[in-house]
């Protein structure tokens, strides 16, 4: 039987459900070229209000309408962060700050989810814990650096614990008031499936509230580099956060806004990273 043959007799039902088969696997790689597309729109998008800043600053400083004492050009800051680069120090300030956001970060995040799942999943918790949380909060970055040099001297360990009280008010806050609202009726639904404790927290409660705690985490790495530079006004002689302070002192301005790019570049490369975190617990809790 020649292959013609073949194909003409292949019944119609078949044909149609390889035809949808074949359309099925042909629909995801579209969607895929799309959302490709999209993300890079997106990137796009969100490059262009940064161009236009870099152009408005290059024009105001080539044509002289700020001082270079004030607003260096940017090739200026270029050349400052080459010249540290060159020297080894600029990498060792990166990776010191960096470990420094990665271990506070991860500290205070982890208090901040226990202390949440007390407060927000039992009434005498929140009786006892949440009164006092919220003094704590109020009280600014800066007050707890003499507190804290007086009680861990000015080694890492005074630097990583502020870095970890910035991060963790924002997943306790977020992640407890999650669970304190999650649905009743969907509590109740588990337990009349005989669900109590952990199981009932991680079939109901926990699904609930991970966009809470995806929020949280991200608003706790914002956070957590804002207390960097606080943190390394700690006697520190390393970081970012120290080169915007001694480049203050010695008026380098170049290197305050190289300073300041660097930190803006980081917290949006590891928001980044997070952000693929944030997928993932969502597709894989929701």
């Known amino acids: 039987m020649s292959e013609l043959d073949q194909r003409v007799i292949v019944p119609a039902e078949s044909r149609d459900a390889l035809d949808f088969a074949a359309g099925r696997h042909r629909r995801p790689a579209a969607g895929a070229r799309r959302q490709g597309g999209r993300v890079a729109v997106r990137i796009l998008a969100g490059l262009l209000l940064p161009a236009l800043i870099l152009i408005a600053w290059q024009v105001v400083t080539s044509m002289g309408l700020v001082p270079a004492y004030r607003l260096p050009a940017p090739a200026s800051v270029l050349t400052a962060g080459v010249e540290l680069a060159e020297r080894g120090e600029l990498w060792t300030h990166v990776a010191i700050s960096v470990q420094r956001v990665v271990l506070g970060f991860a500290i205070g995040s982890l208090i901040g989810l226990a202390v949440a799942g007390v407060v927000g999943l039992s009434r005498l918790g929140d009786v006892l814990l949440s009164p006092t949380l919220a003094a704590v909060r109020a009280v600014p970055s800066l007050a707890w650096v003499p507190l804290l ?108 806004i190289l300073s300041i790019v660097l930190l803006a570049l980081l917290g949006t490369l590891t928001n980044g990273v997070l952000a693929l975190v944030e997928k993932y617990l969502l597709r894989r809790w929701t």
């Open 149 to 256: 040099i007086l009680w861990m001297q000015i080694g890492e360990e005074s630097k990583v614990t502020l870095i970890a009280i910035g991060a963790f008010f924002p997943v306790y806050t977020t992640v407890a008031s999650a669970l304190r609202h999650v649905d009743p009726q969907l509590v109740e639904a588990g337990r009349s499936f005989s669900l109590r404790g952990w199981s009932l927290f991680r079939t109901v409660q926990l699904p609930a509230v991970v966009p809470s705690v995806a929020a949280g985490l991200r608003l706790a790495l914002a956070q957590a580099w804002l207390f960097l530079v606080a943190a390394e006004l700690i006697a520190a002689s390393m970081g970012l956060g120290f080169l915007l302070t001694d480049s203050q002192n010695s008026g380098r301005v170049d290197r305050i």
